[in-house]
């Protein structure tokens, strides 16, 4: 029996609907199946729950915050125990704080920081941290124990220099900003002079955050700490390398040490010119016109695959001797022969010619003007004409004196 043409239609197009309905179910499915997180939720934990330290010193471990939820919270913090002789405080690693954002699915970390007193005793102390959302409805908390040995307090007569930064890396023609950090451990408030051993030709300068004023030293009381910021300006003609720079905060004999590092990654500039100075020149039409041009590295990097394009009257026809450069080394200087040829049918006046010198990750340009005279020998044929006119004129001069 001869089915139906709709029938037909139907069980072909059928098959194809069941099996994108299965794959969307399979597809809502997998996708419920996947996500199974809560519409809000955070913890919170410190990195290590129990620090042994010795007498005299300070603690600071990092706090995990995560946001398990699906969607972006800021957390509060509150220290809501601590005993009595230690001070204590939420920071990053140069202010403190009282929140973090923590976006979904992510993590952020701050740190706890806890110093004792000078007379607070051995034992084991316990400190707990609050952490709520914004709304108030979400709410975690961790303890950390901290335990002091009863050993001796460091001993004084230090100076404490960090840095959370020791390395940075940019061309010679930026500035490099580091932050360190000092802490007078000498045991009374003192001045200190702040040093930097430069390469030749660069320059330092200390100054406090956020302020323009440059500083050489600086006054701290006993266990007090100040962050500086130490920019340093290279030499603009250096070239690309590593560059350490110590740096010395020292009072009286006490002094301390910290050594920063520039890597220089080179700047890449060329310059083009002509020798004379003069961007012209005269030719005539089909004749070529040639002329020297210089092209300088001014960088600090070595420049490679030099190529010359040039921007000209249309059937002008322009040739660089060599086509190519190499390369040229920081300073070098290499010299390129340049034909400008006008087309046949140019007219006499004044033309502009592009000419483009490219390499890498530079280039510069140059504006030619090319004046186009008249040919020499239309000139002779001029003076020729003339002639002939004269000698005419005094022929018919003579004949005429004859009559």
């Known amino acids: 029996m001869r089915k139906n043409p709709a029938t037909r239609k139907v069980l072909f197009i059928l098959p194809i609907v069941v099996a994108l309905c299965l794959s969307a179910s399979l597809s809502l499915a997998k996708e419920q199946e996947e996500d199974t997180r809560p519409?809000?939720?955070?913890?919170?934990?410190?990195?290590?729950?129990?620090?042994?330290?010795?007498?005299?010193?300070?603690?600071?471990?990092?706090?995990?915050?995560?946001?398990?939820?699906?969607?972006?919270?800021?957390v509060y913090f509150t220290i809501a125990s601590a005993p009595a002789g230690w001070k204590t405080k939420i920071k990053t690693y140069s202010f403190s704080i009282s929140s973090v954002h923590v976006p979904e699915d992510e993590e952020k970390t701050v740190q706890f920081f806890a110093e004792p007193e000078k007379d607070t005793e051995p034992g084991a102390y316990g400190f707990t941290v609050n952490?709520?959302?914004?709304?108030?409805?979400?709410?975690?908390?961790?303890?950390?124990t901290i335990t002091m040995r009863a050993e001796a307090a460091k001993e004084k007569g230090e100076i404490e220099l960090t840095t959370s930064y020791p390395v940075l890396r940019g061309q010679n023609d930026a500035k490099f900003e580091f932050s360190i950090e000092i802490k007078n451990k000498t045991d009374k408030e003192d001045t200190f002079n702040l040093n930097a051993t430069l390469p030749k030709n660069w320059q330092a300068n200390f100054k406090p955050p956020y302020e323009d004023k440059y500083i050489s030293s600086l006054r701290l009381k006993d266990n007090e700490s100040k962050s500086l910021n130490v920019e340093v300006t290279p030499d603009r003609f250096c070239t690309a390398g590593?560059?350490?720079?110590?740096?010395?905060?020292?009072?009286?004999?006490?002094?301390?040490?910290?050594?920063?590092?520039?890597?220089?990654?080179?700047?890449?500039?060329?310059?083009?010119?002509?020798?004379?100075?003069l961007l012209s020149l005269e030719t005539e039409k089909g004749e070529p016109g040639n002329l020297s041009v210089y092209v300088k590295n001014t960088g600090s990097a070595t420049i490679s695959n030099i190529e010359f394009l040039s921007v000209k009257p249309e059937n002008w026809k322009v040739e660089f001797t060599p086509e190519k450069i190499e390369y040229i080394e920081p300073g070098d200087l290499k010299q390129v022969e340049v034909s400008i040829t006008p087309a046949e049918q140019a007219l006499v006046g004044d033309y502009a010619v592009g000419l483009n010198i490219r390499g890498e990750r530079t280039s510069d340009d140059l504006e030619m003007r090319v004046t186009v005279k008249a040919s020499a020998a239309w000139g002779w044929i001029g003076i020729g004409i003339i002639v002939l006119v004269i000698l005419g004129l005094f022929g018919l001069f003579v004949t005429l004196g004859r009559r």
């Open 242 to 277: 590593d560059y350490l720079i110590p740096i010395t905060v020292s009072a009286g004999q006490t002094r301390a040490e910290a050594e920063l590092k520039v890597i220089i990654t080179g700047t890449y500039k060329l310059e083009a010119g002509t020798p004379t100075g």
């Open 39 to 74: 519409e809000r939720g955070i913890t919170m934990n410190f990195e290590y729950p129990e620090v042994i330290i010795n007498k005299g010193d300070d603690v600071t471990v990092d706090l995990i915050v995560k946001n398990i939820g699906r969607r972006d919270e800021n």
């Open 131 to 144: 952490g709520r959302s914004e709304d108030g409805n979400l709410k975690v908390s961790h303890t950390l």
